[in-house]
């Protein structure tokens, strides 16, 4: 009797650690953006499994069959047929982010969750529209951003919400590189990103958007009381239709945030400063942070380990979060209801510099 108690103790728990060790099934809804590499590049990762590929581009979809020696069977030139035919836990999505409202129609009446590529949308009207289908059929909505990886963000926000900065009052994010054609993105994604319709933006939309998630992170979700802008072609013989270099003032009642996203800086940068009135820290990269936490002791340089898993890939926080193993709050960087305030600043963002004049929001 102990035997089989036993042999049927360790069944059972044979079961239950399958179970969660099951990847998630995983469609992949365009090939058109960079960041879609990632996804068949992740050695020793079993959390997610690719079961459908959507994207109408015959030349993309040759480039990636044979690049990852892809089975043709993956491939579909229809987003509804792949959904209804490999019926995905989740869909990630890498085409243009004014794609991103269609791919959101297409699977929340399918119960089925969604990740995108920063940002969420490139209007309002579009952000409000993936929310309200998001809480019509309980499905989550992630959107990832490099910086949400980064563990020199959360210490920062660590030592402000244990009050040792103070009050913020200054918040500098600065993020960008030398411009997608320097840096020799592909052809597809060069198109997207300069197209003020499928981007939204050139600099503004590709790394402004950084700092308005940021800032509303740190900030709680407070919306800013006003947005103002300014964008600028500096090398309109690349990218003729959009700007390359823009700053963005948040002002919030005792504080202010300054976004510089630009396409034109000497070396890539995503990095973030944060002054309160008792100290300041500045996220340097992914695991450097300097800080000073009182006018009697200098400032220190600190190397942290990379954040925990689930919490350096997005596959595997997305994969958590549809099992169940990660709860994101509301004010998450990867959450729905931040990532609209993210849109929202944006648009204003471009209203501003469009009208150049500063926008109040209501």
């Known amino acids: 009797m102990k035997t089989f108690l036993l042999l049927f103790l360790l069944s059972l728990m044979s079961l239950t650690q399958a179970s969660a060790q099951s990847p998630i099934r995983l469609a992949i809804a365009g090939l058109s953006h960079g960041h879609v590499d990632w996804v068949f590049n ?23 069959t044979k690049r990852y020696k892809l089975s043709p069977k993956l491939f579909y030139n229809d987003l509804a047929k792949m959904l209804d035919k490999v019926k995905p836990q989740a869909v990630s999505a890498f085409g243009a982010t004014n794609e991103h409202i269609s791919v959101v129609r297409a699977c929340a009446p399918r119960k089925i969750h969604v990740m995108v590529e920063k940002p969420l949308a490139t209007t309002l009207a579009d952000a409000k529209e993936i929310q309200a289908l998001a809480q019509k059929h309980a499905i989550h909505v992630l959107t990832n951003f490099e910086t949400s990886w980064y563990a020199s963000n959360q210490h920062v926000a660590g030592l402000y919400n ?36 499928k981007n939204g933006a050139g600099a503004l939309t590709d790394f402004g958007c950084y700092g308005a998630n940021l800032m509303s992170w740190l900030m709680k979700g407070e919306r800013p009381l006003s947005v103002t802008a300014v964008t600028r072609q500096n090398k309109p013989e690349i990218y003729k239709n959009v700007d390359d270099e823009a700053s963005i003032i948040l002002q919030y009642p005792k504080a202010q945030c300054i976004i510089q996203g630009s396409w034109n800086w000497t070396f890539p940068r995503k990095d973030m400063e944060v002054f309160g009135t008792k100290g300041y820290a500045v996220a340097v990269d992914a695991t450097t942070v300097r800080q000073r936490l009182n006018d009697s002791s200098p400032e220190e340089s600190l190397k942290l380990d990379p954040r925990p898993e689930p919490f350096l890939d997005p596959f595997s ?19 729905l209801p931040l990532n609209v305030k ?21």
Do not use: C, W
């Open 342 to 362: 993210v849109v929202e600043i944006l648009e204003a963002a471009k209203e501003s510099a469009k009208s150049n004049k500063t926008v109040f929001l209501k």
């Open 162 to 197: 244990e009050g040792k900065l103070g009050e913020i009052r200054k918040v500098m994010v600065n993020d960008g590189h030398q411009g997608p054609k320097e840096i020799g993105v592909s052809p597809e994604f060069l198109e997207i990103l300069t197209d003020p319709v």
């Open 317 to 335: 926080v997305l994969a958590s979060v549809v099992t169940g193993k990660l709860t994101l709050d509301q004010n998450d960087l990867y959450g």
């Open 42 to 64: 992740r050695p020793g990762k079993q959390d997610i499994l690719v079961v459908g590929i959507y994207e109408p581009n015959p030349v993309l979809v040759e480039r990636y």
